[in-house]
């Protein structure tokens, strides 16, 4: 279909040098074809047009100060992209490869995983190019109050609420929250992933992760395959990557591998969760100082990967959960990992499969949760923060476990039901794109044009 191509053309040519919202963007509008020729309303009312175009885009300059007195300066982003089924709600990146292109790719996904959830939530995100790697604690506190100064006038509990992401955790949000509060002289559920002791939900640090194996779960399960007793390989190290490992283990499962920017671990008796806490949450140092507690283990540094390649996926597995950036994952390493055995891939990342590899995860036809479903358990988990929020109760640890397997439960049904409703099962890409946006032109039409 033409208009793939013509969109495409026009996201080029009005937002240059944007590569990966353009890649996020192609790969919606293509699997929406099928839904495109049945009901021509959507072109009708130009939903697609519309719907790639954010409904506002703020930028604004952060001043801070390192704590020898320097000045530096970054980029801050909030982008507002859409508003049909609920407020904006998306995370925060603190990372240096965070720009314009890349926050809106990750914008434009979550519209589509905000409104997978079946939760009345917007999609949104925003982020700095700020490092926040070997920054003191007061360096990150005057950072996150700098961010702040700009960022509150725009956000609001009914507004906009953002959360954590990359670089940006229970520290930061607290950061964050405390000169929201002093700055709007207002106490309200205006971030998610909030501190127990103010207005946080229980099971929210796990949630993201959690979410992400129960997906695994519900799609093997459907094949007739459990998780119990296999060996699963895990990239990255951080909150998603965490929480994966900690449901993998109480399911049965082996997680064997975790990994960072600099290198891997690959513990062939299953990684020590509690050391890799202790390392990443508590003394917040790099991963290479996990071998120090297990000799056993063996650490690979990136310089050791086979060239062009990352080397987690070169572990034999039956599963594997990609849990730390976009494009970590790409063609070579797909064919690796299946040549390999591996027959499931539940995406905690957002984007981290190139679209050749996406390509060849579906061709295969093996069980493949892309990111938009199957890490949707953060978003959904924060939505029952602001529920918990808005109705002053708080639920316990296992009430909120439970309402997040079942969302996740929902999200599988209903993509492989939308998969098979347009004529391929198990390709989830499409099932999960099309019922994404189904349910946001539908309100968008609803609406009307505003
Ligand atoms: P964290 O900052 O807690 O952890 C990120 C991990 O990924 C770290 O181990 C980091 O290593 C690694 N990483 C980051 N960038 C790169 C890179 N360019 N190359 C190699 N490794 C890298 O973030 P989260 O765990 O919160 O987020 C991970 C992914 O999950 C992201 O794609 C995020 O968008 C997605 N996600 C997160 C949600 C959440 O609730 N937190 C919700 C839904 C999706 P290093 O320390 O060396 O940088």
Redesign the pocket.
Known sequence: MGYVREVCDYLARTSPAQAEFYQAAQEVLMSLRPLMEKYPKYQEHKIIERIVEPERQILFRVNWTDDKGEIHINKGYRIEFNSALGPYKG?L?F?P?VNAGVIKF?GFEQIF?NSLTGLQIGGGKGGSDFDP?GKSDNEIMRFCQAFMSELYRHIGATTDVP???????GREIGYLFGMYKKLANSYEGVLT?KSLLWGGSLA?TE???YGAVYFAKYMLEDRGETLKGKRCVV????????YTIEKLYQLGALPIT?????GMIYDEDGIDLALLKEL?ETKRV??NEYTKSRPNAKYTP?SGYKEGT?GVWSIPCFAAFP????N?LNAQDAKTLLANGCICVSE?????STPEAVDIFVENKIAYGP?KAA?????AT?QLEMQQNASMTNWTFEEVDAKLAQIMKNIYTNASATAAEFGDPTNLVMGANIAGFRKVADAMIEQGLV
């Open positions: 995370g990146r990372h490869s990750l995983k790697k959360a954590g992401d990359i670089g940006v955790g992933g929210r949630a993201t992760g990239s990255g190290s951080g909150n998603v990557s965490i975790c990994s960072d920017s600099n990443k790099r991963l990136v990352n849990s730390a950036t976009q970590e905690g990342a957002n984007m981290p990111g890490n949707a358990g953060g978003v924060s």
